[in-house]
């Protein structure tokens, strides 16, 4: 009965979702992150609102619905972002009003008012200098783009040069801070994509890598203890969604799942759904313990829902309060109202639920971060 009741909910959910994102669609397969209280930044950025846009679309089917010409635009659109400036790999995916706010912005202003949040939530103990952090962004927006294309069978035209040569990529990948796998597993997971959608990186090493990077008693990814379970559990989605572009199993699926079962995750919508993903991910390599995972999900789904908007008809990304910033950029006020990331984000846990309870339907797909 219980398991009736949340495939109906999630169902009912998704239908408002899908009127909410449609309703922030813009000309040309553009989107608004949100309706109410965005500022001139948050009207100006367009290129990882559309990729939002299009992976929601693919999630709930409404991608199957396009015609061919329909699709096509949207994609020339995404690809139109690829260029080539000084500074960043060839032909990365640059939004150039993106580069302007952040400069507007001054990333030291971020910072300062930002610090001892990011301090407490993340545990970084140095911060990225403007340089460092543009270049991370604009490899984060190129991630996205290519995943999103190649999520639906579309490819970028032109190759990203690569960011480092062999050598350097492993230099990079062992110098990373492996007691904080969270952003040390952020850029593992994206030069697995470039490994495998670029061509450019030796997939076997990036397999070997994580093969000495498992912890054997948890299955968790990591050097040196983390200093929480949040960095365990978003880190473990990083590194697991790289395994899942490369084709490489998840090592000790049982034992993350023995781990989850034990331990509850923060509830915030992003660790939520990296915890479900996990969760997903391991029960799709073994079958085990599935009842109690579904027990879990059902609590896991009320928290969800904590942070959907019954007025807009979407997903907040914080309690009461939208989605304030994109990569250091403010692009709103932070209202009590629904945006266009956490509805993906919280579909998305929802879809992954269904498919653990083997209710995903024709309709629904789960999407490759």
Request: proline share 1%; aromatic share 14%.
């Given at each position: 009965m219980e398991i009736d009741k949340l495939t109906q909910g999630i169902?009912?959910?998704?239908?408002?979702?899908?009127?909410?994102?449609?309703?922030?669609k813009q000309d040309n397969n553009e989107f608004l992150p949100l309706h109410d209280g965005l500022n001139d930044a948050g009207k100006n950025i367009k290129l990882g609102f559309s990729c939002y846009g299009l992976k929601y679309y693919y999630l709930t089917?409404?991608?199957?619905?396009?015609?061919?010409?329909?699709?096509?635009?949207?994609?020339?659109?995404?690809?139109?972002?690829?260029?080539?400036?000084?500074?960043?790999?060839?032909?990365?995916?640059?939004?150039?009003?993106?580069?302007?706010y952040l400069n507007e912005f001054h990333y030291k202003k971020f910072l300062k008012r930002k610090a001892k949040s990011l301090l407490s939530i993340t545990g970084?103990?140095?911060?990225?200098?403007?340089?460092?952090?543009?270049?991370k962004s604009i490899n984060a927006e190129t991630k996205q783009a290519i995943s999103t294309l190649f999520q639906v069978n579309y490819r970028n035209p032109l190759k990203v040069e690569p960011e480092f040569d062999s050598k350097s990529v492993v230099d990079y990948l062992d110098n990373l801070d492996w007691s904080q796998p969270w952003a040390s597993g952020a850029q593992f997971s994206s030069l697995c994509v470039y490994a495998v959608t670029q061509d450019t990186y030796d997939t076997d090493y990036l397999r070997?890598?994580?093969?000495?990077?498992?912890?054997?008693?948890?299955?968790?990814?990591?050097k040196r203890e983390p200093r929480d379970q949040r960095e365990l559990f978003n880190g473990a989605m990083k590194i697991i969604s790289g395994l899942d572009w490369l084709g490489h199993e998840i090592h000790y699926p049982k034992k993350i799942i023995d781990f989850c079962l034990k331990n509850t995750p923060i509830y915030e919508g992003c660790d939520i759904v990296d915890f479900?993903?996990?969760?997903?991910?391991?029960?799709?390599?073994?079958?085990?313990?599935?009842?109690?995972?579904?027990?879990?999900?059902?609590?896991?789904?009320?928290?969800m829902n904590i942070l959907?908007?019954?007025?807009?008809?979407?997903?907040?990304?914080?309690e009461d309060k939208s989605q304030t910033h994109y990569y250091g950029v403010n692009i709103s006020k932070g209202l009590n109202t629904s945006d266009?990331?956490?509805?993906?984000?919280?579909?998305?846990?929802?879809?992954?639920?269904?498919?653990?309870?083997?209710?995903?339907?024709?309709?629904y797909k789960t999407i490759k971060p």
């Open positions: 169902t009912q959910k998704i239908k408002f979702s899908t009127e909410f994102v449609t309703s922030l089917g409404l991608w199957d619905d396009l015609n061919d010409i329909s699709k096509k635009q949207w994609i020339d659109n995404i690809n139109s972002y690829q260029k080539d400036i000084s500074g960043f790999p060839a032909n990365s995916y640059i939004d150039s009003n993106y580069l302007k970084i103990k140095k911060l990225d200098s403007h340089k460092v952090f543009e270049s070997s890598f994580s093969d000495n990077l498992v912890d054997t008693d948890t299955g968790f990814y990591f479900i993903y996990i969760l997903n991910k391991c029960l799709n390599s073994v079958e085990y313990r599935r009842k109690e995972v579904i027990e879990l999900l059902i609590k896991l789904s009320e928290k959907f908007n019954d007025r807009t008809g979407g997903y907040s990304y914080f266009l990331h956490a509805t993906l984000l919280c579909n998305w846990g929802n879809v992954m639920i269904l498919d653990i309870l083997g209710e995903i339907g024709e309709t």
